[in-house]
């Protein structure tokens, strides 16, 4: 028993012994060595814990630009980079050179021939309808009716219940269901009611969510997972109900568009929006971006903001003196408060700079890939050639002392606010959050007006204490969503 011990405690000395060795010369001044045959590979095993952090570290010791080498006899090799104007070529004036490409075809298989995977005209006719169907006026009138229905009938009953009853909550989770309800509602005429009291499973989130850390270690998924199964099999139900509905309301009455305006039903009818209606499998690969743009974006993005508002009372109370000095305000059951005119949002500019000071030190999307499809070089002078993968690092751009001065880690909505009380509109080739160029999200706008319209219901009426004790941080994935969520408490305001 005693030489087991022995033995066992040898090989925990040798390990520290091993590992310390490691940390000391696996990298170099801070950055990556480059070994025979296994490349920098230790530096990333070392690292899996914190990839974000450590590409961040990597690219601000290294002037914003690097390569990194994977094994000699895989394609794991790449091209990182956050410096603006390198950003600017690939993403804007030389984009036509730096495609999605093969690799990123293989890793998102699952997307299909939709926007998220496409290039060339395809990408410019699914851009096209996509961009017409969210600047389209009855979109804009259609989301405000459903943003606060769910606001009123789901957000707030819950929290009701949930603070009613002392219980705490998984402010993610919850985000995340809301945000998908109203994406399904807008995008296939159905609400799955996920935000309730039950907490119904989210089979569409598990998909998107193992599918997303899969890609994030470039692994191959065998097959598709039940979950992606199951919601495969519901989209073909809501294309074939819908498809029914469309052709009985315009059989009875002509048209139905005003009650049933939504992105299924713009695809088959014909709509200028979308124009002839395409094949199924395209139809559904088109809803499954449309509700991934849902399900992964601004809802992430608001579970950090409430993070970070908790650590800064004083932000939190500046945005509640904003919200009752420029919001109308609809009095609902239970005493609670919710705005009443989303016109309005418009006027909270110091939310609106809290919400892009979350975005930069938290983008739901850390990295953007891209192959270079002809040798080019970059504007810092590093050659790229044919084929060679570019990773962009949107994260590390929000921690450039260079790009942001030497305060850039912590959380300060002021730097987004001009001398005139205006909003700074920084490049987004600085800020590249919502990406840049040709392919800048079209989605943009609308996701402001749902973070500012779903944060100022739940700030006005509710406090919230983050439970001790949590491990907070992000999960190894192609979004940026805290690995375990958020658990909070929450108490209601208003007696």
């Not at 459903?146 to 789901?154: C, D, F, K, M, T």
């Not at 119904?200 to 598990?206: G, I, K, M, T």
């Not at 052709?247 to 315009?250: I, P, T």
């Not at 940026?480 to 208003?494: A, C, D, I, N």
């Given at each position: 028993?005693m030489?087991?011990l022995?033995?066992?405690l040898?090989f925990?000395?040798?390990?520290?012994i091993?590992?310390?060795?490691?940390?000391r010369?696996?990298?170099?001044?801070?950055?990556?060595?480059?070994?025979?045959?296994?490349?920098?590979?230790?530096?990333l095993?070392l690292?899996?814990h914190?990839?974000?952090?450590k590409?961040?570290?990597t690219?601000?010791?290294?002037?914003g630009?690097?390569?990194?080498?994977g094994l000699?006899?895989?394609?794991?090799?790449?091209l990182?980079t956050?410096d603006?104007?390198?950003?600017?070529?690939?993403?804007?004036?030389?984009?036509?050179?730096?495609?999605?490409?093969?690799e990123?075809?293989k890793?998102?298989?699952?997307f299909?021939?939709?926007?998220?995977n496409?290039?060339g005209e395809?990408?410019?006719?699914?851009?096209r309808a996509?961009h017409a169907f969210?600047?389209h006026p009855?979109?804009?009138?259609s989301l405000?009716?459903?943003?606060?229905?769910?606001?009123?009938?789901?957000?707030?009953?819950?929290?009701e219940?949930?603070s009613?009853?002392?219980m705490?909550?998984n402010?993610?989770?919850?985000?995340?269901r809301?945000?998908f309800?109203?994406g399904?509602?807008?995008g296939?005429?159905?609400?799955?009611?996920?935000?309730?009291?039950?907490f119904?499973?989210?089979?569409?989130?598990?998909a998107?969510s193992?599918?997303?850390?899969a890609?994030f270690?470039?692994?191959?998924?065998n097959?598709?997972s039940?979950?992606?199964?199951?919601?495969?099999?519901l989209?073909t139900?809501?294309i074939s109900t819908?498809?029914h509905k469309s052709?009985?309301?315009?059989a009875?009455?002509?048209?139905n568009?005003?009650?049933d305006?939504?992105?299924l039903?713009?695809?088959?009818?014909?709509h200028e929006?979308?124009?002839?209606?395409p094949?199924d499998?395209?139809?559904r690969?088109?809803?499954?971006h449309?509700?991934?743009?849902s399900?992964?974006?601004y809802?992430?993005?608001?579970?950090?903001?409430f993070?970070l508002?908790?650590?800064?009372?004083?932000?939190?109370?500046?945005?509640?003196e904003e919200?009752k000095?420029?919001?109308?305000?609809?009095?609902?059951?239970?005493g609670?408060q919710?705005?009443?005119?989303?016109?309005?949002?418009?006027k909270l500019?110091?939310l609106h700079a809290a919400?892009?000071?979350t975005?930069r030190?938290?983008p739901?999307?850390p990295?953007?890939?891209?192959t270079c499809?002809?040798?080019?070089?970059?504007?810092?002078?590093?050659r790229v050639?044919?084929?060679?993968?570019?990773?962009?690092?949107?994260?590390?751009?929000?921690?450039?002392?260079?790009?942001?001065?030497?305060?850039?880690?912590?959380?300060?909505?002021?730097r987004?606010?001009?001398?005139?009380?205006?909003?700074?509109?920084?490049?987004?080739?600085?800020?590249?959050?919502?990406l840049?160029?040709?392919r800048?999200?079209?989605?943009?706008?609308?996701?402001f007006?749902?973070m500012?319209?779903?944060?100022t219901?739940?700030i006005?009426?509710?406090?919230f204490h983050?439970?001790?004790g949590?491990?907070?941080?992000p999960k190894?994935?192609?979004l940026?969503?805290?690995?375990?969520?958020?658990?909070?408490?929450?108490?209601?305001?208003?007696s």
């Open positions: 028993m030489a087991v022995f033995v066992y040898g925990m000395v040798f390990g520290i091993f590992l310390c060795f490691l940390y010369f696996v990298d170099n001044n801070g950055l990556p060595r480059n070994w025979p045959l296994v490349g920098m590979i230790p530096t095993l690292n899996i914190r990839p974000h952090d590409v961040a570290q690219l601000r010791r290294s002037s630009t690097f390569f990194y080498t000699w006899f895989t394609n794991t090799s790449y990182a956050s603006p104007e390198n950003v600017r070529s690939i993403l804007s004036s030389n984009s036509s050179v730096y495609l999605k490409g093969p990123w075809l890793q998102f298989d699952i299909g021939e939709a926007l998220f496409s290039d395809a990408w410019k006719c699914h851009r996509f969210l600047n009855q979109f804009r009138q405000s009716k459903v943003l606060h229905q769910r606001i009123e009938e789901a957000l707030v009953k819950v929290l219940y949930v009613g009853r002392e705490v909550v402010l993610q989770d919850l985000l995340v809301h945000a309800d109203i399904c509602i807008m296939v005429g159905f609400n799955p009611g996920l935000l309730s009291i039950e119904p499973e989210n089979r569409f989130h598990e998107v193992n599918t997303f850390e890609a270690y470039r692994y191959r998924r097959g598709v039940d979950a992606w199964k199951a919601f495969d099999d989209l139900q809501f819908q498809r052709k009985k309301s315009v009875s009455s002509g048209s568009e005003e009650n305006f939504n992105f039903n713009c695809y088959l009818t014909g929006i979308t124009g002839p209606t094949k499998s395209l139809i690969d088109n809803l499954v449309f509700l991934f743009a399900d992964g974006t809802n992430l993005t608001l579970t950090w903001f993070y508002i908790s650590k800064a009372p004083m932000v939190e109370n500046k945005i509640r919200i000095r420029h919001l109308s305000m609809t009095q609902v059951e239970g609670l919710i705005p009443s005119n989303y016109d309005e949002l418009s500019t110091y919400l892009c000071e975005l030190l938290h739901p999307v990295f953007e890939f891209r499809t002809k040798q080019d070089f970059l504007p810092s002078g590093h050639d044919q084929n060679t993968r570019i990773l962009i690092g949107i994260h590390a751009m929000g921690r450039m002392e260079s790009l942001w001065e030497e305060d850039c880690y912590e959380f300060k909505p002021e987004w606010i001009s001398e005139d009380g205006k909003i700074k509109r920084e490049s987004p080739t600085k800020f590249s959050a919502f840049a160029g040709p800048i999200c079209p989605g943009k706008e609308v996701s007006l749902l500012k319209a779903t944060a219901a739940i006005h009426n509710y406090n983050v439970v001790e949590q491990n907070i941080g190894n994935s192609v940026y969503q805290m690995k375990k969520g958020l658990v909070v408490s929450v108490k209601k305001r208003w």
